[in-house]
Protein backbone atom coordinates (compact mmCIF):
# COMPACT_ATOMS: atom_id res chain seq x y z
CA UNK A 1 0.00 0.00 0.00
CA UNK A 2 0.59 3.51 -0.50
CA UNK A 3 -0.27 7.27 0.82
CA UNK A 4 1.04 10.42 -0.53
CA UNK A 5 3.42 12.19 1.62
CA UNK A 6 4.47 16.04 1.93
CA UNK A 7 7.11 17.78 3.97
CA UNK A 8 6.88 21.68 4.84
CA UNK A 9 10.19 22.54 5.88
CA UNK A 10 11.38 26.27 6.64
CA UNK A 11 14.52 27.90 6.17
CA UNK A 12 14.32 28.94 9.57
CA UNK A 13 12.28 28.50 13.26
CA UNK A 14 9.04 30.38 13.15
CA UNK A 15 8.64 30.94 9.72
CA UNK A 16 4.76 29.81 9.89
CA UNK A 17 5.43 26.19 9.03
CA UNK A 18 2.83 25.03 11.88
CA UNK A 19 0.17 27.37 10.35
CA UNK A 20 0.37 26.29 6.82
CA UNK A 21 0.36 22.59 7.99
CA UNK A 22 -2.76 23.36 9.70
CA UNK A 23 -4.07 25.42 6.87
CA UNK A 24 -3.22 23.05 4.31
CA UNK A 25 -5.03 20.42 6.09
CA UNK A 26 -8.13 21.67 6.64
CA UNK A 27 -7.84 22.73 2.69
CA UNK A 28 -7.64 18.75 1.22
CA UNK A 29 -9.39 17.22 3.89
CA UNK A 30 -12.46 19.81 2.64
CA UNK A 31 -11.45 18.41 -1.07
CA UNK A 32 -12.39 14.76 0.54
CA UNK A 33 -8.88 13.72 1.49
CA UNK A 34 -8.29 11.78 4.78
CA UNK A 35 -5.53 13.84 6.44
CA UNK A 36 -2.83 13.46 8.75
CA UNK A 37 -0.27 15.73 10.31
CA UNK A 38 3.11 14.17 11.41
CA UNK A 39 6.15 16.10 12.97
CA UNK A 40 8.95 13.30 14.06
CA UNK A 41 10.75 16.08 16.42
CA UNK A 42 9.13 19.06 18.18
CA UNK A 43 10.71 21.27 20.79
CA UNK A 44 7.61 22.91 22.81
CA UNK A 45 6.37 22.95 26.92
CA UNK A 46 3.57 24.16 25.26
CA UNK A 47 2.09 20.69 25.21
CA UNK A 48 -0.92 18.83 24.18
CA UNK A 49 -2.96 15.84 25.95
CA UNK A 50 -4.29 12.87 23.61
CA UNK A 51 -7.52 11.49 24.21
CA UNK A 52 -5.30 7.96 25.43
CA UNK A 53 -3.13 10.54 27.78
CA UNK A 54 0.29 10.96 26.09
CA UNK A 55 1.84 14.69 25.51
CA UNK A 56 2.49 15.99 21.87
CA UNK A 57 2.87 19.49 20.59
CA UNK A 58 -0.10 21.72 20.61
CA UNK A 59 0.94 22.33 16.92
CA UNK A 60 0.29 19.05 15.77
CA UNK A 61 -3.38 19.02 17.94
CA UNK A 62 -4.39 21.53 15.86
CA UNK A 63 -3.78 20.03 12.58
CA UNK A 64 -5.40 17.54 13.52
CA UNK A 65 -8.57 19.22 14.33
CA UNK A 66 -8.16 20.73 11.37
CA UNK A 67 -7.99 17.46 9.46
CA UNK A 68 -10.74 16.69 11.45
CA UNK A 69 -8.86 13.87 13.46
CA UNK A 70 -8.12 13.52 17.10
CA UNK A 71 -5.12 14.12 18.53
CA UNK A 72 -2.58 10.83 18.46
CA UNK A 73 1.09 10.64 19.83
CA UNK A 74 1.64 9.25 16.97
CA UNK A 75 1.56 12.75 15.29
CA UNK A 76 4.53 13.86 17.50
CA UNK A 77 6.58 10.76 18.37
CA UNK A 78 9.24 12.67 19.71
CA UNK A 79 8.94 15.73 21.74
CA UNK A 80 11.16 17.91 24.08
CA UNK A 81 10.05 19.82 26.78
CA UNK A 82 12.90 22.55 27.51
CA UNK A 83 13.46 22.32 31.57
CA UNK A 84 16.52 24.76 31.46
CA UNK A 85 18.89 26.11 28.94
CA UNK A 86 20.78 22.99 28.59
CA UNK A 87 18.53 20.24 29.40
CA UNK A 88 15.18 18.68 28.62
CA UNK A 89 12.38 16.47 29.43
CA UNK A 90 12.32 13.84 26.73
CA UNK A 91 8.85 12.40 25.55
CA UNK A 92 8.79 9.54 23.20
CA UNK A 93 5.76 8.16 21.69
CA UNK A 94 3.62 10.05 24.16
CA UNK A 95 5.27 9.08 27.04
CA UNK A 96 7.88 10.62 29.88
CA UNK A 97 11.24 8.97 28.60
CA UNK A 98 13.73 11.12 30.90
CA UNK A 99 15.69 14.13 31.26
CA UNK A 100 18.44 14.63 28.60
CA UNK A 101 21.55 17.25 28.61
CA UNK A 102 21.27 19.05 24.88
CA UNK A 103 25.06 17.63 24.26
CA UNK A 104 23.81 13.99 25.32
CA UNK A 105 20.96 14.26 23.42
CA UNK A 106 23.03 15.73 20.20
CA UNK A 107 25.71 12.58 20.62
CA UNK A 108 23.03 9.60 21.10
CA UNK A 109 19.42 9.66 19.70
CA UNK A 110 19.68 5.84 19.52
CA UNK A 111 15.81 4.61 18.90
CA UNK A 112 14.41 7.95 18.21
CA UNK A 113 13.80 7.39 14.34
CA UNK A 114 12.86 4.05 14.70
CA UNK A 115 10.15 5.87 16.94
CA UNK A 116 9.79 8.06 14.59
CA UNK A 117 9.21 5.62 11.51
CA UNK A 118 7.11 3.30 13.67
CA UNK A 119 4.58 6.08 14.31
CA UNK A 120 4.94 7.38 10.60
CA UNK A 121 3.83 3.91 9.04
CA UNK A 122 1.45 3.73 11.50
CA UNK A 123 0.13 6.88 11.17
CA UNK A 124 0.06 6.82 7.07
CA UNK A 125 -1.66 3.19 6.73
CA UNK A 126 -4.75 4.82 7.30
CA UNK A 127 -4.80 8.16 5.61
CA UNK A 128 -4.99 9.27 1.89
CA UNK A 129 -1.99 12.46 2.90
CA UNK A 130 0.37 12.77 5.43
CA UNK A 131 1.41 16.63 5.69
CA UNK A 132 4.77 16.50 7.40
CA UNK A 133 6.19 19.82 9.58
CA UNK A 134 9.84 19.88 9.63
CA UNK A 135 11.30 21.67 12.48
CA UNK A 136 14.10 24.68 12.71
CA UNK A 137 16.24 24.52 9.10
CA UNK A 138 17.53 22.21 7.48
CA UNK A 139 20.39 24.73 6.80
CA UNK A 140 21.57 24.02 9.98
CA UNK A 141 24.69 21.56 8.84
CA UNK A 142 26.32 20.78 11.83
CA UNK A 143 23.02 19.06 12.96
CA UNK A 144 22.82 17.16 9.51
CA UNK A 145 24.05 13.57 11.00
CA UNK A 146 21.41 11.91 13.21
CA UNK A 147 18.90 14.48 11.97
CA UNK A 148 15.48 13.26 12.41
CA UNK A 149 13.44 16.34 12.08
CA UNK A 150 14.27 17.68 8.26
CA UNK A 151 16.03 16.31 5.45
CA UNK A 152 16.57 13.24 7.93
CA UNK A 153 13.43 11.88 8.26
CA UNK A 154 12.42 13.79 4.89
CA UNK A 155 15.32 11.38 3.17
CA UNK A 156 14.23 8.33 5.39
CA UNK A 157 10.75 8.17 3.78
CA UNK A 158 11.63 9.57 0.66
CA UNK A 159 9.32 12.57 1.49
CA UNK A 160 9.01 15.79 -1.17
CA UNK A 161 9.76 18.95 0.49
CA UNK A 162 8.23 22.43 0.09
CA UNK A 163 10.82 25.47 1.49
CA UNK A 164 8.67 28.25 3.06
CA UNK A 165 10.99 31.50 3.93
CA UNK A 166 9.61 33.92 5.63
CA UNK A 167 9.65 37.84 3.98
CA UNK A 168 8.44 39.50 7.11
CA UNK A 169 12.18 39.14 8.88
CA UNK A 170 13.90 40.04 6.20
CA UNK A 171 16.54 38.74 3.55
CA UNK A 172 13.92 36.10 2.03
CA UNK A 173 15.58 35.39 -1.01
CA UNK A 174 18.75 34.96 0.77
CA UNK A 175 17.68 32.59 3.48
CA UNK A 176 16.00 29.99 0.31
CA UNK A 177 18.99 30.29 -1.87
CA UNK A 178 21.56 30.19 0.60
CA UNK A 179 19.11 27.17 2.23
CA UNK A 180 19.83 25.27 -1.51
CA UNK A 181 23.58 26.30 -1.44
CA UNK A 182 24.69 24.25 1.57
CA UNK A 183 22.67 21.45 1.66
CA UNK A 184 23.57 18.44 0.56
CA UNK A 185 22.79 16.47 -3.27
CA UNK A 186 20.53 14.03 -1.32
CA UNK A 187 18.76 16.77 0.67
CA UNK A 188 18.81 18.79 -2.75
CA UNK A 189 16.85 15.95 -4.55
CA UNK A 190 14.12 16.16 -2.23
CA UNK A 191 12.91 19.42 -2.78
CA UNK A 192 10.20 20.45 -5.08
CA UNK A 193 9.68 23.93 -4.42
CA UNK A 194 9.62 26.98 -2.51
CA UNK A 195 7.21 29.58 -1.11
CA UNK A 196 7.39 32.66 0.60
CA UNK A 197 5.46 33.39 3.98
CA UNK A 198 4.21 36.43 5.58
CA UNK A 199 4.04 39.33 2.64
CA UNK A 200 2.47 42.51 4.10
CA UNK A 201 1.28 44.72 1.18
CA UNK A 202 1.08 44.18 -2.29
CA UNK A 203 2.30 40.55 -3.18
CA UNK A 204 3.34 41.75 -6.84
CA UNK A 205 5.77 44.06 -6.10
CA UNK A 206 7.57 40.90 -4.68
CA UNK A 207 6.78 39.23 -8.55
CA UNK A 208 10.67 40.27 -9.43
CA UNK A 209 12.01 38.68 -5.96
CA UNK A 210 10.21 35.83 -6.50
CA UNK A 211 11.30 34.85 -9.65
CA UNK A 212 15.02 35.54 -8.69
CA UNK A 213 14.81 32.92 -6.07
CA UNK A 214 12.91 30.23 -9.01
CA UNK A 215 15.47 31.32 -11.52
CA UNK A 216 18.50 30.93 -9.00
CA UNK A 217 17.57 27.58 -7.39
CA UNK A 218 15.84 26.01 -10.57
CA UNK A 219 12.34 25.41 -8.19
CA UNK A 220 9.33 26.54 -8.94
CA UNK A 221 7.28 28.89 -6.53
CA UNK A 222 4.08 27.76 -5.19
CA UNK A 223 2.88 30.82 -3.76
CA UNK A 224 3.65 34.12 -1.86
CA UNK A 225 1.77 34.05 0.50
CA UNK A 226 0.18 37.24 2.72
CA UNK A 227 0.17 37.76 6.24
CA UNK A 228 -2.89 35.93 7.98
CA UNK A 229 -4.12 38.73 10.07
CA UNK A 230 -6.35 36.27 12.16
CA UNK A 231 -3.46 34.23 13.30
CA UNK A 232 -3.79 35.14 16.49
CA UNK A 233 -6.95 33.65 16.75
CA UNK A 234 -5.16 30.24 16.37
CA UNK A 235 -3.91 28.25 19.84
CA UNK A 236 -0.33 28.98 19.56
CA UNK A 237 2.85 26.78 20.38
CA UNK A 238 6.07 28.84 20.50
CA UNK A 239 6.86 31.14 23.21
CA UNK A 240 7.98 33.60 20.48
CA UNK A 241 3.99 33.93 19.30
CA UNK A 242 2.75 34.82 23.05
CA UNK A 243 1.31 38.44 22.37
CA UNK A 244 -0.95 40.91 24.32
CA UNK A 245 -3.67 41.54 23.08
CA UNK A 246 -5.83 44.59 23.39
CA UNK A 247 -9.63 44.43 23.60
CA UNK A 248 -11.81 45.36 25.98
CA UNK A 249 -11.56 46.74 29.73
CA UNK A 250 -11.25 43.56 31.60
CA UNK A 251 -7.73 43.90 32.05
CA UNK A 252 -5.61 40.51 32.79
CA UNK A 253 -2.26 40.80 33.55
CA UNK A 254 0.70 37.58 32.65
CA UNK A 255 3.89 37.76 34.30
CA UNK A 256 6.26 36.05 31.22
CA UNK A 257 7.38 33.24 33.16
CA UNK A 258 11.02 32.01 31.83
CA UNK A 259 9.85 28.12 31.26
CA UNK A 260 5.92 29.21 31.13
CA UNK A 261 3.84 26.13 29.44
CA UNK A 262 0.67 25.10 28.36
CA UNK A 263 0.05 29.11 27.38
CA UNK A 264 -2.93 27.52 25.42
CA UNK A 265 -4.51 28.45 28.69
CA UNK A 266 -4.81 32.14 27.56
CA UNK A 267 -5.99 31.85 24.41
CA UNK A 268 -9.82 31.85 25.14
CA UNK A 269 -9.94 34.76 27.14
CA UNK A 270 -7.87 36.84 24.27
CA UNK A 271 -10.76 36.05 22.02
CA UNK A 272 -12.91 38.00 24.43
CA UNK A 273 -13.94 41.27 23.21
CA UNK A 274 -14.14 42.56 26.57
CA UNK A 275 -10.80 41.10 27.64
CA UNK A 276 -7.25 42.78 27.25
CA UNK A 277 -4.37 40.46 27.86
CA UNK A 278 -1.24 42.12 28.95
CA UNK A 279 2.30 39.38 28.76
CA UNK A 280 4.74 41.57 30.94
CA UNK A 281 8.28 41.02 29.88
CA UNK A 282 11.16 40.37 32.30
CA UNK A 283 12.39 44.02 33.72
CA UNK A 284 8.58 45.45 34.06
CA UNK A 285 6.84 45.48 36.84
CA UNK A 286 3.12 44.18 36.99
CA UNK A 287 0.80 47.26 36.00
CA UNK A 288 -1.14 47.86 39.44
CA UNK A 289 -4.58 48.72 37.59
CA UNK A 290 -5.29 44.84 36.64
CA UNK A 291 -8.65 43.29 37.39
CA UNK A 292 -6.52 39.55 37.53
CA UNK A 293 -3.35 38.73 37.80
CA UNK A 294 -2.83 34.90 35.77
CA UNK A 295 0.21 32.75 36.80
CA UNK A 296 0.77 30.28 34.04
CA UNK A 297 2.02 26.81 34.19
CA UNK A 298 5.93 25.86 34.28
CA UNK A 299 8.14 23.27 32.80
CA UNK A 300 9.90 24.07 36.25
CA UNK A 301 8.00 25.43 38.71
CA UNK A 302 10.75 25.99 41.94
CA UNK A 303 12.57 27.51 38.58
CA UNK A 304 10.43 30.07 37.86
CA UNK A 305 9.26 31.51 41.07
CA UNK A 306 12.84 32.34 41.57
CA UNK A 307 13.06 33.97 38.45
CA UNK A 308 8.88 35.66 39.21
CA UNK A 309 10.54 36.55 42.08
CA UNK A 310 14.00 37.95 40.36
CA UNK A 311 11.88 40.55 38.61
CA UNK A 312 10.20 41.60 41.90
CA UNK A 313 6.62 40.18 40.81
CA UNK A 314 6.46 38.83 44.50
CA UNK A 315 6.26 41.85 45.33
CA UNK A 316 3.60 43.37 42.59
CA UNK A 317 1.05 40.22 42.83
CA UNK A 318 1.12 40.43 46.83
CA UNK A 319 0.58 44.47 46.32
CA UNK A 320 -2.45 43.64 43.90
CA UNK A 321 -4.13 41.44 46.66
CA UNK A 322 -3.64 43.62 49.24
CA UNK A 323 -5.42 46.04 46.70
CA UNK A 324 -8.59 43.66 46.21
CA UNK A 325 -7.46 42.48 43.29
CA UNK A 326 -8.02 38.69 41.93
CA UNK A 327 -5.12 36.19 41.39
CA UNK A 328 -5.92 33.22 39.77
CA UNK A 329 -2.65 30.24 39.37
CA UNK A 330 -2.48 27.08 37.00
CA UNK A 331 -0.56 23.68 37.36
CA UNK A 332 3.01 25.60 38.24
CA UNK A 333 1.29 28.87 38.88
CA UNK A 334 -1.16 27.19 41.60
CA UNK A 335 1.43 25.35 43.24
CA UNK A 336 3.52 28.79 43.55
CA UNK A 337 0.82 30.32 45.06
CA UNK A 338 0.93 28.08 48.36
CA UNK A 339 2.86 28.13 51.48
CA UNK A 340 5.51 25.66 50.01
CA UNK A 341 7.08 23.84 47.59
CA UNK A 342 9.14 20.70 48.26
CA UNK A 343 11.11 18.38 45.44
CA UNK A 344 12.74 16.02 47.56
CA UNK A 345 13.95 13.82 45.08
CA UNK A 346 14.46 16.95 42.39
CA UNK A 347 12.02 15.57 39.70
CA UNK A 348 11.19 19.22 38.88
CA UNK A 349 15.17 20.24 39.09
CA UNK A 350 17.38 20.61 41.70
CA UNK A 351 16.04 18.96 45.06
CA UNK A 352 14.76 21.37 47.74
CA UNK A 353 12.24 22.91 49.58
CA UNK A 354 11.52 26.64 49.01
CA UNK A 355 8.83 28.91 49.87
CA UNK A 356 5.67 30.12 47.90
CA UNK A 357 3.97 33.32 47.57
CA UNK A 358 1.94 32.64 50.67
CA UNK A 359 -1.64 33.41 48.93
CA UNK A 360 -3.39 29.94 49.44
CA UNK A 361 -2.99 27.94 52.17
CA UNK A 362 -1.67 24.54 50.97
CA UNK A 363 1.21 22.88 50.32
CA UNK A 364 3.16 20.78 47.26
CA UNK A 365 5.14 17.50 47.31
CA UNK A 366 6.54 17.45 43.79
CA UNK A 367 6.52 12.91 43.90
CA UNK A 368 4.07 10.39 42.64
CA UNK A 369 3.77 9.73 38.57
CA UNK A 370 2.98 12.53 36.39
CA UNK A 371 -0.47 12.74 35.85
CA UNK A 372 -1.62 13.13 31.90
CA UNK A 373 -4.97 13.22 31.04
CA UNK A 374 -8.15 14.23 29.34
CA UNK A 375 -10.29 15.92 31.84
CA UNK A 376 -14.44 16.26 31.88
CA UNK A 377 -15.05 18.64 35.44
CA UNK A 378 -17.92 20.81 36.48
CA UNK A 379 -17.72 23.95 38.71
CA UNK A 380 -18.86 23.68 42.22
CA UNK A 381 -20.88 26.54 42.08
CA UNK A 382 -23.70 26.46 39.83
CA UNK A 383 -22.50 23.09 38.76
CA UNK A 384 -21.44 24.39 35.11
CA UNK A 385 -19.29 21.71 32.62
CA UNK A 386 -15.90 22.32 32.42
CA UNK A 387 -13.36 20.23 29.89
CA UNK A 388 -9.62 20.58 30.25
CA UNK A 389 -6.76 18.36 31.16
CA UNK A 390 -4.02 17.76 33.38
CA UNK A 391 -0.19 17.72 32.99
CA UNK A 392 1.94 17.86 35.85
CA UNK A 393 4.16 16.58 38.30
CA UNK A 394 3.46 17.05 42.31
CA UNK A 395 0.72 16.92 44.80
CA UNK A 396 -0.66 19.41 46.78
CA UNK A 397 -3.30 20.01 49.77
CA UNK A 398 -3.82 21.98 52.62
CA UNK A 399 -6.91 23.83 54.21
CA UNK A 400 -8.04 25.64 51.29
CA UNK A 401 -8.08 22.80 49.66
CA UNK A 402 -11.25 22.27 51.45
CA UNK A 403 -12.69 25.89 49.10
CA UNK A 404 -12.04 23.37 45.84
CA UNK A 405 -13.94 25.02 42.83
CA UNK A 406 -14.53 22.41 40.18
CA UNK A 407 -15.51 19.14 40.29
CA UNK A 408 -14.31 16.08 38.88
CA UNK A 409 -15.78 13.00 39.13
CA UNK A 410 -16.20 11.98 42.84
CA UNK A 411 -13.34 14.26 43.75
CA UNK A 412 -12.75 17.82 44.02
CA UNK A 413 -10.03 20.11 42.19
CA UNK A 414 -8.08 22.87 43.49
CA UNK A 415 -8.15 25.79 46.10
CA UNK A 416 -10.09 29.27 46.65
CA UNK A 417 -8.36 31.64 49.49
CA UNK A 418 -11.24 32.88 52.60
CA UNK A 419 -11.71 36.19 50.59
CA UNK A 420 -12.21 34.01 47.18
CA UNK A 421 -9.90 36.44 45.28
CA UNK A 422 -6.83 33.70 45.28
CA UNK A 423 -7.89 30.41 42.97
CA UNK A 424 -5.49 27.43 41.99
CA UNK A 425 -6.46 24.80 40.41
CA UNK A 426 -3.90 21.87 38.18
CA UNK A 427 -6.89 22.33 35.55
CA UNK A 428 -5.81 23.30 32.15
CA UNK A 429 -8.06 24.79 29.11
CA UNK A 430 -10.88 25.21 31.51
CA UNK A 431 -11.35 29.00 29.93
CA UNK A 432 -12.46 27.17 26.62
CA UNK A 433 -15.51 26.45 28.22
CA UNK A 434 -17.81 28.98 27.48
CA UNK A 435 -20.43 28.70 30.02
CA UNK A 436 -17.79 28.42 32.63
CA UNK A 437 -15.35 31.36 31.42
CA UNK A 438 -18.99 33.73 31.14
CA UNK A 439 -19.48 32.78 34.92
CA UNK A 440 -15.70 33.88 35.58
CA UNK A 441 -15.77 37.00 33.65
CA UNK A 442 -19.19 38.11 35.86
CA UNK A 443 -17.09 37.25 38.83
CA UNK A 444 -14.87 39.76 37.84
CA UNK A 445 -17.82 42.05 36.38
CA UNK A 446 -17.36 41.76 32.97
CA UNK A 447 -20.06 39.89 30.40
CA UNK A 448 -19.21 37.37 27.70
CA UNK A 449 -21.61 35.73 25.14
CA UNK A 450 -18.43 34.23 22.98
CA UNK A 451 -18.08 30.83 21.23
CA UNK A 452 -14.60 30.22 21.62
CA UNK A 453 -14.29 26.51 19.69
CA UNK A 454 -16.73 27.92 16.98
CA UNK A 455 -14.55 30.79 16.85
CA UNK A 456 -11.35 28.09 15.50
CA UNK A 457 -13.36 26.68 13.82
CA UNK A 458 -14.49 29.91 11.67
CA UNK A 459 -10.33 31.08 11.70
CA UNK A 460 -9.07 27.56 10.13
CA UNK A 461 -11.95 27.98 7.53
CA UNK A 462 -10.58 31.07 6.43
CA UNK A 463 -6.71 30.01 6.46
CA UNK A 464 -7.42 27.36 4.48
CA UNK A 465 -9.60 29.45 2.14
CA UNK A 466 -6.45 32.29 2.58
CA UNK A 467 -3.95 29.09 1.11
CA UNK A 468 -6.34 28.18 -1.94
CA UNK A 469 -6.27 31.53 -3.08
CA UNK A 470 -2.52 32.28 -2.68
CA UNK A 471 -1.13 28.59 -2.99
CA UNK A 472 -1.42 26.15 -5.65
CA UNK A 473 -3.29 23.41 -3.79
CA UNK A 474 -3.33 21.14 -7.22
CA UNK A 475 0.03 21.51 -7.85
CA UNK A 476 1.22 20.41 -4.13
CA UNK A 477 -0.76 17.66 -4.15
CA UNK A 478 0.53 16.73 -7.55
CA UNK A 479 4.04 17.20 -6.28
CA UNK A 480 3.03 14.78 -3.17
CA UNK A 481 5.01 11.62 -3.59
CA UNK A 482 3.43 8.65 -3.22
CA UNK A 483 5.61 6.66 -0.83
CA UNK A 484 5.43 3.16 1.05
CA UNK A 485 3.66 3.05 4.08
CA UNK A 486 6.08 0.18 5.40
CA UNK A 487 9.76 -0.16 3.73
Given at each position: ???????????????????????????????????????????????????????????????????????????????????????AQLIVQGKRRGTQAAGSFMRDKTGLMEAALDSYYRLAADVDLVLIEGAGSPAETNLRNGDIANMGFACAVQAPVVLVGDIH???????????????????????????????????????????????????????????????????????????????????????????????????????????????????????????????????????????????????????????????????????????????????????????????????????????????????????????????????????????????????????????????????????????????????????????????????????????????????????????????
Amino acid sequence: MATRALMIQGTGSNVGKSMLVAGLARAFTRRGLKVAPFKSQNMSNNAAVTPEGGEIGRAQALQARAAGREPHVDMNPVLLKPETDTGAQLIVQGKRRGTQAAGSFMRDKTGLMEAALDSYYRLAADVDLVLIEGAGSPAETNLRNGDIANMGFACAVQAPVVLVGDIHRGGVIAQIVGTQAVLEPQDLDRVVGFAVNRFRGDISLFDAGRDDIAQRTGWPALGVIPWFWEAWKLPAEDMMDIASRKGGACKIVVPQLERMANFDDLDPLAAEPEVSIEIIPPGKALPGDADLVLIPGSKSTIGDLAYLRAQGWDIDILAHHRRGGHVIGLCGGYQMLGQTIDDPEGVDGRPGKVAGLGLLDVETVMAGEKRVTLTQASSVAGDLPVSGYEIHMGRTSGSDCDRAWLRIGDRLEGAASADGRVLGSYLHGLFASDGFRANFLSGLGYASDSAYDAGVEDTLDALADHLEQHMDLDQLLALSARVATRP
